[in-house]
Nanobody, 126 residues
């Protein structure tokens, strides 16, 4: 059985950086895809970035130019470093995974992912 474990959330500073990590517990067979979604209060869950086991990536416009995104296939760990944090980045970030590779139209659709983590929250001080 596959379990996803997120880490790296917590208090952050506007203009600062944070790194979110998602590890898989269990076995997931190649090919597979992993993604970050986020959800803030009163808003729908939105896709942040996705990566597959071949290294292909997709990213939302709001993180382009201020991120480092990678997948270590040796231990199936996905990492997202987000720089120049903005107040709108405050949210609960969820890790998701699925067997198979995403398509250009499906990468941002939460319904296409089978496995989900519990989420890690990113907050900013007032």
């Amino acid at each position: 059985q596959v379990h996803l474990i997120e880490s790296g959330g917590g208090p952050a500073k506007v203009g600062g950086s944070l790194t979110l990590t998602c590890e898989i517990s269990g076995v997931i067979y190649d090919p597979y895809s992993m993604a970050w979604f986020r959800q803030s209060s009163g808003k729908e869950r939105e896709a942040v970035a996705a990566i597959d086991s071949a290294g292909r990536t997709k990213k939302a416009d709001f993180v382009k130019g201020r991120n480092r995104f990678s997948l270590d296939t040796s231990d199936v760990t996905m990492s997202l470093q987000l720089d120049n944090l903005k107040p709108e980045d405050a949210a609960t970030y969820f890790c998701a995974a699925r067997l198979g590779r995403f398509s250009d139209s499906s990468w941002a659709d939460s319904a296409h992912y089978t496995y989900w983590g519990q989420g890690t929250q990113v907050t900013f001080s007032a």
